[in-house]
């Protein structure tokens, strides 16, 4: 039977690639692919990624061929991407602590969720989080989605983020021990080298954050602890890390890759790589 991955997009921007790469090996290989947003709002590619003559600032260099930047837009050009399923509508949301009855909201809540996760986890074989600076406001510090990494970690099935998106997953913490997904674990991610000072930018907001709002590899380090371990493989033209469940990719470059690395753990078990 074909695989099934849910793909967790932002409203505020992907990048094409990163989009792009892993899709098109899903492809290849006949995989079903459902997307999926926090509102169940039509994601868009950030323009710097559909234009193959925007200069990466910190890299010096275009970091998107014209013939990526070409399927890349004819991607999001397309209809596939219409009507994808909402977050928001799918997975409940955990009550305040200030609730009047919040015994019972929190009841209701745990009821909700197993119901919404184990739903999804008969749908799908595995989860992917595309990057870009889209997931920085929106899929981060998204509750819902915390609790959808936490349901297929849990039921050991693999999940791929790339660059911002890989924060997800060190925000993804058991509600009682508050410790990361991530802990013990190798992981690769936007590395401090690779952000920007300045032009940080999202889809539907007039607004230059500048340098972004957090860096992700002190995250990542801290997030793994003493016996995990942060792989920014700078200077590497790739960096991307599977120890599963996750399979984690650091930037645009690695998006291929990174699908093809989802398809040997789907396929063939691999279950470490790159470390």
């Given at each position: 039977?074909?695989?099934?991955?849910?793909?967790?997009?932002?409203?505020?921007?992907?990048?094409?690639?990163?989009?792009?790469?892993?899709?098109?090996?899903?492809?290849?290989?006949?995989?079903?692919?459902?997307?999926?947003?926090?509102?169940?709002?039509?994601?868009?590619?950030?323009?710097?990624?559909?234009?193959?003559?925007?200069?990466?600032?910190?890299?010096?260099?275009?970091?998107?061929?014209?013939?990526?930047?070409?399927?890349?837009?004819?991607?999001?050009?397309?209809?596939r991407l219409d009507n994808p399923l909402s977050l928001a509508e799918m997975v409940p949301e955990r009550p305040y602590y200030s609730a009047l009855n919040h015994l019972r909201e929190l009841e209701e809540y745990h009821r909700g969720l197993a119901g919404a996760t184990g739903?999804?986890?008969?749908?799908?074989?595995?989860?992917?989080?595309?990057?870009?600076?889209?997931?920085?406001?929106?899929?981060?510090?998204?509750?819902?989605?915390?609790?959808?990494?936490?349901?297929?970690?849990?039921?050991?099935?693999?999940?791929?983020?790339?660059?911002?998106?890989?924060?997800?997953?060190?925000?993804?913490?058991?509600?009682?021990?508050?410790?990361?997904?991530?802990?013990?674990?190798?992981?690769?991610?936007?590395?401090?080298?690779?952000?920007?000072?300045?032009?940080?930018?999202?889809?539907?907001?007039?607004?230059?954050?500048?340098?972004?709002?957090?860096?992700?590899?002190?995250?990542?380090?801290?997030?793994?602890?003493?016996?995990?371990?942060?792989?920014?493989?700078?200077?590497?033209?790739?960096?991307?890390?599977?120890?599963?469940?996750?399979?984690?990719?650091?930037?645009?470059?690695?998006?291929?890759?990174?699908?093809?690395?989802?398809?040997?753990?789907?396929?063939?078990?691999?279950?470490?790589?790159?470390?």
């Amino acid at each position: 039977m074909s695989k099934r991955i849910l793909v967790v997009l932002s409203e505020y921007g992907y990048w094409g690639e990163e989009l792009v790469g892993p899709l098109e090996a899903f492809d290849a290989r006949d995989y079903r692919t459902t997307f999926i947003t926090p509102n169940g709002k039509r994601a868009h590619a950030l323009p710097p990624s559909l234009d193959s003559e925007y200069l990466d600032p910190p890299l010096g260099r275009s970091v998107t061929s014209r013939d990526m930047a070409r399927r890349a837009r004819a991607l999001d050009d397309s209809s596939r991407l219409d009507n994808p399923l909402s977050l928001a509508e799918m997975v409940p949301e955990r009550p305040y602590y200030s609730a009047l009855n919040h015994l019972r909201e929190l009841e209701e809540y745990h009821r909700g969720l197993a119901g919404a996760t184990g739903e999804l986890l008969s749908a799908f074989d595995a989860l992917m989080i595309v990057g870009g600076s889209g997931p920085i406001v929106d899929l981060a510090n998204n509750e819902r989605l915390h609790e959808l990494v936490l349901a297929f970690a849990a039921a050991g099935r693999p999940i791929l983020a790339e660059c911002y998106g890989v924060a997800t997953l060190a925000f993804a913490r058991d509600w009682e021990s508050r410790r990361s997904l991530l802990w013990g674990k190798h992981v690769t991610g936007h590395p401090k080298e690779y952000d920007y000072k300045d032009g940080t930018g999202f889809l539907g907001v007039d607004f230059n954050m500048g340098p972004p709002p957090y860096p992700l590899e002190y995250i990542l380090r801290d997030a793994t602890g003493p016996d995990g371990r942060f792989h920014g493989n700078v200077g590497k033209e790739t960096s991307v890390v599977v120890d599963f469940p996750f399979v984690t990719a650091r930037s645009t470059p690695d998006s291929t890759l990174a699908g093809e690395l989802l398809i040997e753990v789907l396929e063939n078990g691999l279950t470490r790589y790159g470390w």
